[in-house]
Antibody
């Protein structure tokens, strides 16, 4: 059973950097068939995709956050990390770790879906 | 950028069918995925590739996609289906791939 577990500080000050970690169990993060990434949800609002990363280094980012986001993958610990710089109150959200198939693995005319989600971790940006 | 439009709310009586739409420009040419989010919980995938169901999702959940509208239908709605539902596509119109979610529909079982 694939499980994703997010961890990180629940409170971050404005202008500081947010760092979150997602530990994966039940699957190897080095499985070439999958990308791993992040989706967030501000309180009471909808889902916003942040981006995804392949252990080989390939990444996809949402354009609005591209300049502030970076991902890293620790294959020895089977986990990935998110770093979001210069946060503001607008970055307050529940952050979910997710998995999707690589584009090369989906059927013709299909696209990847997010088949596994972590339980999410709430991050509040406040002084 | 590509936009997906979902009605904020849908209400149905138990046993009736619930139809939730997801509108987008020529969405019929895209592959649509649907997620269910219970209050306080993470979303789960309920339909992928327009109409395929993951293991464990009841047959009551079905989907269609044509023209400018994709639809998630839940037949014989139960109280336990009350949740927020989100549609999702990939926008590949620019030089990079981008995930787009609809704003979500809150399903209320009367």
């Amino acid at each position: 059973q694939v499980q994703l577990q997010e961890s990180g500080p629940g409170l971050v000050k404005p202008s500081e950097n947010l760092s979150l970690t997602c530990t994966v169990s039940g699957a190897s993060i080095t499985n070439s068939s999958y990308f791993w990434g992040w989706i967030r949800q501000p309180p009471g609002r909808g889902l916003e995709w942040i981006g995804t990363v392949h252990y080989s280094g390939s990444t996809y980012y949402t354009p609005s956050l591209r300049s502030r986001v970076s991902f890293s993958v620790d294959t020895s610990k089977n986990r990935l990390s998110l770093r979001l710089s210069s946060v503001t109150a607008a970055d307050s959200a529940v952050y979910y770790c997710v998995r999707h198939l690589a584009w090369t693995r989906v059927p013709a005319a299909g696209t990847p879906c997010f088949d596994y989600w972590g339980q999410g971790t709430l991050v509040t940006v406040s002084s | 950028s590509y936009v997906l439009t979902q009605p904020p709310s849908v209400s149905v009586a138990p046993g009736e069918a619930a139809r939730m739409t997801c509108g987008g420009n020529n969405i019929g040419s895209k592959s649509v995925h649907w997620y269910q989010q219970m209050p306080g919980q993470a979303p789960i995938l309920v339909l992928y590739y327009d109409s395929d169901r993951p293991s464990g999702i009841p047959e009551r959940f079905s989907g269609s996609n044509s023209g400018n509208t994709a639809t998630l239908t839940i037949s014989r709605v139960e109280a336990g289906d009350e949740a927020d539902y989100y549609c999702q596509v990939w926008d590949t119109s620019s030089d990079h791939r981008n995930v787009v979610f609809g704003g979500g529909t809150k399903l209320t079982v009367l």
